[in-house]
């Protein structure tokens, strides 16, 4: 079994089929298929279910996917940190961030990147929730993360705070009370997002307003925070979002008292190379 084949079984996967596969790993698909049936040799059974209309994995091939991925994306970044030690011009760096983080907060950052370091390439890997970006990095996909965790890295820089808001719709007599207490946004309508963090088992939101004493009557669930903020701008209800979520213009107010969450970098290993010049950036 060789890393070549547990790669070309991952983006078979990830692919979800073998002709797009075999045209992202630039190799025909006669030879991509020839390597995964000698992986299958290997391991000892069928990994992959042949469909007509693309791949399914078997039983077999669910347990075998997740060490591949760790595999496959360690020697990656491996092979990245080489190179960046070994003083090597170019190359990739992989940042892996919830939406949020990578649509609010690593922009400018990156835009300063790219007019320091126009010869390294920037791979942003962007995730709905912080468990399925911890996922991501136990699995090697990328060099760096930005976000909420990092108990347990190598590595961990906390980089600042991020402060909650309230996104209110247009005309809303709150604007011009802030701050606001939690209690205040009692029988409101709440625009909920399927980012929302998630405490002993229960949505935070869900939480604090209990302890406000009421409980929040959603009207319109999410999956992103950018698409919340918008329908809360629109007048939909309102939102509880980072305040590097909100665009300008967009009213919002901060709560009293003031919410606040710790924002980590970190990494599966050391910051060396393209990744502790990122780290710079963002404590800058």
Known sequence: MSLRQMEYFVTVVAAGSFTRAAEQLHVTQP???HQIKALERYVGGPLLERLPRGVRLTPMGRAFLPHAEIAVGSAAQAERAARAAAGAVGGELHVAAVHSVAAGLLPPVFAQWRRERPGVELVLHEYARDEDLDDSMERGV???AVGH??????AAVHIGDEEVVVVLPP???LAAAAPIALGALAGRDWIR????PVVQGRPFIDLACERAGFSPRTAVRTEHTTTAVAMAAAGAGVAVVPSYAVPPGTPAVPLTPPWRR???AWSRTT???PAAALITLLTG
């Open 31 to 33: 030879a991509l298929s």
């Open 142 to 144: 990328a060099d760096i």
């Open 149 to 154: 965790g990092g108990d347990g890295a190598a």
């Open 171 to 173: 005309g809303d007599p």
């Open 193 to 196: 997002c399927a980012m929302e």
């Open 262 to 264: 710790p924002l980590y």
């Open 271 to 273: 910051f060396a190379g």
